[in-house]
């Protein structure tokens, strides 16, 4: 998340016990800040659409680093 500019496009996702679906996309309003209660961090962002229908996310083709 560190590496988001304001304005880049994200994909917004579900997660849950059953499956993760990105369900829409989402512009970056705010660049990472520290997020004290949580001790991680944030960023703010705000809705762009919304997808017609979810899009599984296969944990096993998900690449993470």
Do not use: Q
Request: proline share 2%; charged share 30%.
């Amino acid at each position: 998340m560190k590496a988001v500019k304001f304005n880049d496009l994200c994909f917004y996702y579900h997660s849950s016990a059953k499956s993760r679906r990105i369900v829409g996309v989402v512009e970056v309003v705010c660049k990472w800040y520290k997020d004290d209660e949580s001790g991680g961090g944030c960023i703010d962002v705000k809705a762009v659409g919304e997808m017609r229908k979810g899009i599984d996310i296969n944990p096993k083709l998900t690449t993470y680093w």
